[in-house]
């Protein structure tokens, strides 16, 4: 089996001990491992009101690594279109496009990304009215308004730069068979959602027509990876996760926490049991563990790329997970 080209999705996490100030440094260590070791792209995931995640921002992140690395494509994994107005996507990303043409990825989902206070802060919009904000932005780009459409005489500016290869989010099927028929990219987040990935790639491939940007289907697979010298230190690594997740739930986030307090903590049987079926989801072990995992999954899946999401307290030990991985994936 051919492997598929290896990405990298950033939150930004903020461990314990650490300031946000501190995480935020940290990511563009990761882009320059990235960047040297040839993954093919880094995107930024975009998620507000959680103490453990920086990335509320991705479009400033993305200028900030771009201008730090070479040739590794940089991207929002996602834009949460609701949070946004159509126009100001399409603006602020024609003109990172223009800053760093042809390494610039705009990848759009369909969920607020946080909690309901923080959403109606935020004026976020109802979910149910993304099909119509997303043609909204694409007709800004295409010149898809009809003639007398109000909206048809905006100027968009800057002009003369078209927006990057736009891919859609999915932690389901519902938005595959959308990135089909509008001949864009479909990435499905297997490192949150239990869904099978394979029927929405099926979907998505079925329905593919193509466009000036992509002649042809392309599915990127999102998976949470943490990989280490040896499966016994990688699940240890993997306490802090358990602990994170577990406060999710609770509605309770704060700082990613030290493996050791995950082993300190108090579990319930109902909060093992939460925990065991959230980490049946992600991938940990050695390079070879984790390798051969991954490849299970893209002959489950025939991903075309596999984006790999690593949270660890040690930030440190996360540029290890990424190095291990791309080392043994060769």
């Not at 997303?134 to 308004?145: D, I, K, P, Q, S």
């Not at 800057?158 to 932690?171: C, V, Y």
């Not at 040896?230 to 240890?236: G, I, L, P, R």
Request: charged content about 20%; some cysteine; glycine content about 8%.
């Amino acid at each position: 089996m051919t492997l598929p080209q290896l990405s990298i999705q950033d939150l930004a996490p903020i461990s314990q001990g650490y300031s946000t100030t501190d995480a935020l440094a940290k990511t563009l260590d990761l882009a320059r491992l990235g960047d040297e070791m040839g993954f093919v792209r880094l995107w930024y995931a975009e998620h507000h009101g959680m103490a453990s995640i920086a990335s509320s921002a991705p479009d400033i992140l993305i200028a900030h690594a771009a201008a730090h690395t070479k040739r590794i494509n940089i991207g929002a994994g996602g834009v949460m279109l609701p949070n946004h107005v159509p126009l100001r996507v399409v603006e602020t990303y024609r003109t990172l496009e223009g800053l760093y043409p042809g390494r610039i990825d705009l990848g759009i989902g369909r969920a607020g990304g946080s909690d309901g206070l923080t959403l109606r802060a935020l004026r976020s919009t109802n979910g149910e009215d993304f099909p119509h904000e997303f043609a909204e932005m694409l007709a800004y780009e295409r010149g898809g308004f009809p003639h007398d459409h109000p909206l048809a005489r905006v100027k968009v500016v800057p002009s003369e730069i078209a927006l990057p290869p736009i891919w859609l989010l999915g932690s389901s099927g519902a938005s595959a068979q959308m990135a089909g028929q509008y001949g864009i990219g479909y990435a499905f987040a297997s490192h949150f959602s239990p869904t099978p990935a394979g029927p929405a790639f099926d979907a998505y491939r079925r329905s593919f027509r193509p466009s000036d940007q992509f002649a042809s289907p392309h599915a990127i697979l999102c998976v949470a990876v943490i990989c280490a010298p040896t499966d016994e230190e990688a699940q240890h690594l993997s306490k802090s996760m358990e602990l994170t997740w577990l406060r999710l739930r609770q509605n309770n986030p704060q700082k990613i926490a030290p493996p050791e307090e995950s082993d300190a903590y108090p579990w319930t049987e109902q909060e093992r049991a939460f925990v065991e079926t959230q980490s049946n989801l992600w991938i940990v072990g050695s390079p070879q563990t984790v390798k051969a995992k991954i490849e299970e999954k893209v002959r489950e899946t025939n991903a075309d790329e596999v984006m790999v999401s690593t949270t660890i307290h040690d930030y440190g030990k996360r540029l290890e997970s990424y190095r291990l991985l791309k080392e043994a994936w060769g």
